[in-house]
């Protein structure tokens, strides 16, 4: 049975068997696929893997591409930084099922933006607090508004998802816009 749509391959367990940068090769039922992908931003693909072919438009490791990312600034000070950024750890696992280290929505390693600036600006009440996409900027908002501590986000009032999907093949994944078989 040759499958011509990618669709068909849906819930089916197939084999990794090769990939590269904007496809990867399949195996079901001793037939190969060819499945392309376009704009990728993501992926952890093994030769030889296998598992359920899975296309998702809803799950934790999309968040960082289908929003948009911003900018929260603190502007009031909370005297323990670490208990502070123990609830924004906690609510951000919640947020990402644990897919992301919450650290990446604070720290700027390139330019050596890192926790213990963000910990000085919660204990002096100013500067920047995170860059996240803005679900998760959200959340930390709604924990910071819990304690009282003023906040200022800068973000558009219309925004979008971006259509960026997940593949998933097991514990093997891309993320990208769009995903066809090829002919």
């Not at 068909?8 to 904007?22: N, Y």
């Not at 696929?33 to 952890?44: G, L, P, R, S, V």
Request: proline share 2%; charged share 30%.
């Amino acid at each position: 049975m040759r499958v011509d749509k990618i669709q068909d391959l849906f819930g089916k367990v197939v084999k990794i068997i090769d990939t590269q940068t904007t496809y990867v090769i399949v195996n079901f039922q001793n037939e190969n696929y060819h499945i392309n992908f376009d704009a990728k931003k993501e992926f952890y693909l093994k030769k030889g893997n296998a598992g359920t072919l899975e296309v998702e438009l809803n799950h934790p490791l999309l968040i960082d591409y289908q929003e948009d990312h911003v900018e929260t600034f603190i502007n009031s000070a909370y005297p323990n930084s670490r208990e502070l950024l123990k609830k924004f750890e906690n609510t951000i696992n919640e947020q990402t099922k644990g897919f992301r280290n919450w650290k990446n929505y604070f720290e700027i390693k390139n330019i050596n933006f890192t926790l213990e600036i963000i910990k000085n600006n919660i204990e002096k009440g100013t500067g920047k607090l995170c860059l996240a996409p803005i679900s998760i900027s959200d959340k930390i908002v709604e924990q910071c508004d819990l304690l009282k501590i003023k906040t200022k986000t800068f973000k558009e009032k219309n925004y979008s998802l971006k259509p960026y999907k997940l593949l998933r093949i097991g514990d093997n994944y891309v993320i990208a816009k769009y995903f066809n078989l090829k002919d």
